[in-house]
């Protein structure tokens, strides 16, 4: 009777710490070991001339998220995680957004109603915080902690969204008292606003303006005021979506004095540049997201952090509006002024090719550096390691077998999202997903999907890495 319900074979398993030749056996989703020769498996694959990796994380994404600008997502929970396992992500973690006036647990109630039944594959929730009431504050907050929503963002730009230091400080303190991560967009909401003013007056109106209107001092201030409210609170905090050297050397500064300041950077800043923005007419709009890729020269200054320690995390920030859409890019039409344009870009199906063909093909980072921006230090972020992140005895089978040979011209047609474009259309990539599990079922098969729907469980998360107890010794 064989052993293990699948057996992966003859690969070269990669974890944030070692890369070693050895053969993985499943039993009832988990893996159950790793060695060599193992006993037969039910199923088998053989991986040989493979990458063998744990499931791609993707901590910062957004599907199905409702707007107040009558722009819709083209990505729900199916078609964005199906875009997630075709790329190798086995776990995502959307937001659960709180628009004003309306209480946190309705939004996630919300949220889950969106989400139940369409996952392919596992995924838990971030919050996001609008409207911090004392209700909020004294009891719903609080209470959504201890019951596994262990993370919260923090926007400091954005009219609808933005919070005053004096509510984030506030939103600190219960992060530090009750063990939860939060995470901050960190963008002065004034200094952009004073500055689109200026480009509006002037007739400066095109996609490209969108840059110009949020500078690096922009983030560069905000950055640094994030790190002194955490600071004073005495609470480490994740900068989410880094964008070039000002903001990095901030974090820097602030990690080596000690403070526990994290940072998240995503492929649009290490790809992409602040020309792709000057697209012919509206198609500029297709790169808008804040903040905005930056020069060649910053490409490398995230580069540097990648590969000395300043960053912990990439994600995708995928945020799916269509291009060509009058409930996406164009909600108030293709002659609309930058300041209108939704933001973001998609990007949850390229995150784990761009990041491995720029990294670890072009000598940027190692392989085990790859696994820890991509899925451990993620997981164990986020309060789902070692369930989820790593290739370990016990934990589920979310595995990658990864073609690190397979050279790929990313096109729109290739991908499996639900938005018209990629902004990273005509990037040749080394390396490519080629068989995707999630919890020992196959996902994906030598390229093509092939999982049955709604599978994807929802996660309860623990607090943070950070804020566990200390095991004995």
């Given at each position: 009777?064989?052993?293990?319900?699948?057996?992966?074979r003859?690969?070269?398993?990669?974890?944030?710490?070692?890369?070693?030749?050895a053969d993985l056996?499943?039993v009832d989703?988990?893996?159950?070991?790793?060695?060599?020769?193992?006993?037969?498996?039910?199923?088998?694959i053989?991986?040989?001339?493979?990458?063998?990796?744990?499931?791609?994380?993707?901590?910062h994404?957004h599907?199905d998220q409702?707007t107040s600008?009558?722009?819709?997502?083209?990505d729900?929970f199916?078609?964005?995680?199906?875009s997630?396992?075709?790329?190798g992500?086995?776990?995502i973690?959307?937001?659960a957004c709180?628009?004003r006036g309306?209480?946190?647990?309705a939004?996630?109630?919300?949220?889950?109603n969106?989400?139940?039944g369409?996952s392919?594959?596992d995924?838990?929730?971030?919050l996001?915080?609008?409207?911090?009431?004392?209700?909020?504050?004294?009891?719903d907050l609080?209470?959504?902690?201890r019951d596994?929503?262990?993370?919260f963002?923090?926007?400091?730009?954005?009219?609808d969204?933005?919070l005053n230091?004096?509510?984030?400080?506030?939103?600190?303190?219960?992060?530090?008292r009750d063990g939860?991560?939060?995470?901050?967009?960190?963008?002065?909401?004034d200094?952009?606003?004073?500055?689109?003013?200026k480009?509006?007056?002037?007739?400066?109106?095109?996609?490209?303006y969108?840059?110009?209107s949020?500078?690096?001092?922009?983030e560069r201030?905000?950055?640094?005021?994030?790190i002194?409210m955490?600071e004073?609170?005495?609470?480490?905090?994740?900068?989410v979506?880094?964008?070039?050297?000002?903001?990095?050397?901030?974090?820097?500064?602030a990690?080596?004095?000690?403070?526990?300041?994290f940072?998240e950077?995503?492929?649009?800043?290490?790809?992409l540049?602040?020309a792709?923005?000057h697209?012919h007419?509206?198609?500029?709009a297709?790169?808008?997201?804040s903040p905005?890729p930056?020069?060649r020269?910053n490409?490398?200054?995230?580069w540097?952090?990648?590969?000395?320690?300043?960053f912990?995390i990439?994600?995708?920030?995928?945020?799916?509006?269509?291009?060509?859409d009058p409930?996406?890019?164009?909600v108030?039409g293709?002659?609309?002024?930058?300041n209108?344009v939704?933001?973001?870009?998609?990007g949850?199906e390229?995150?784990l090719p761009?990041?491995?063909?720029e990294?670890?093909g072009k000598?940027?980072?190692?392989?085990p550096?790859?696994v820890?921006?991509?899925?451990?230090n993620?997981?164990?972020?986020y309060?789902?390691y070692p369930?989820k992140?790593?290739?370990?005895?016990?934990?589920?089978?979310d595995?990658v077998?990864?073609d690190?040979?397979r050279t790929v011209?990313?096109?729109?047609?290739?991908?499996?999202h639900?938005?018209?474009?990629?902004?990273y259309?005509?990037?040749?990539?080394?390396?490519w997903?080629?068989?995707?599990?999630?919890?020992?079922?196959?996902l994906?098969?030598?390229?093509?999907?092939?999982a049955?729907?709604?599978?994807?469980?929802?996660?309860?998360?623990?607090?943070?890495?950070?804020a566990?107890?200390?095991?004995?010794?």
């Open positions: 009777m064989p052993q293990f319900d699948l057996v992966i003859h690969g070269t398993l990669a974890t944030a710490a070692d890369v070693f030749a056996g499943i989703g988990k893996i159950a070991a790793i060695g060599g020769h193992l006993a037969a498996g039910r199923q088998e053989d991986a040989s001339g493979r990458l063998v990796l744990p499931g791609g994380v993707d901590g994404c599907f409702p600008d009558g722009s819709v997502m083209a729900d199916y078609t964005g995680s199906r997630a396992a075709c790329g992500t086995t776990t973690i959307p937001f709180q628009f309306q209480t946190l647990r939004a996630v109630e919300d949220y889950h969106r989400a139940r369409r392919f594959i995924y838990a929730f971030h996001i915080i609008s409207d911090p009431t004392e209700q909020l504050i004294g009891q609080p209470a959504l902690i596994g929503y262990t993370s963002k923090i926007y400091m730009t954005y009219d969204m933005k230091d004096r509510q984030v400080l506030d939103l600190l303190t219960i992060a530090r939860a991560m939060a995470m901050i967009h960190a963008e002065n909401s200094f952009i606003g004073w500055l689109t003013g480009l509006l007056a002037a007739g400066q109106t095109e996609p490209r969108h840059a110009t949020r500078p690096m001092a922009v201030e905000a950055t640094h005021r994030a002194t955490a004073l609170a005495d609470v480490p905090i994740l900068i979506h880094v964008s070039g050297r000002e903001a990095v050397e901030q974090i820097h500064w990690q080596g004095r000690g403070l526990k300041i940072a950077t995503c492929p649009q800043y290490m790809v540049t602040e792709d923005l697209g007419g509206f198609e500029g297709k790169c808008i997201c905005p930056r020069d020269a490409q490398a200054a995230i540097d952090g990648l590969s000395g320690g300043v912990q990439v994600s995708s920030d995928h945020a799916p509006f269509r291009y060509a409930k996406g890019k164009m108030r293709d002659k609309a002024p930058f209108w939704p933001n973001g870009i998609p949850v390229t995150r761009i990041l491995f063909s990294g670890v000598g940027r980072i190692s392989l550096r790859f820890e921006l991509a899925a451990t993620p997981a164990k972020m309060g789902l369930r992140g790593t290739l370990a005895i016990g934990a589920d089978a595995i077998i990864f690190p040979d011209r990313i096109t729109n047609a290739v991908l499996h639900n938005v018209d474009y990629t902004p259309e005509g990037l040749e990539v080394k390396g997903p080629q068989t995707v599990l999630s919890r020992g079922d196959v994906v098969d030598n390229g093509s999907f092939v049955a729907d709604g599978r994807g469980q929802f996660l309860h998360c623990d607090k943070p890495e950070f566990r107890p200390k095991a004995a010794a």
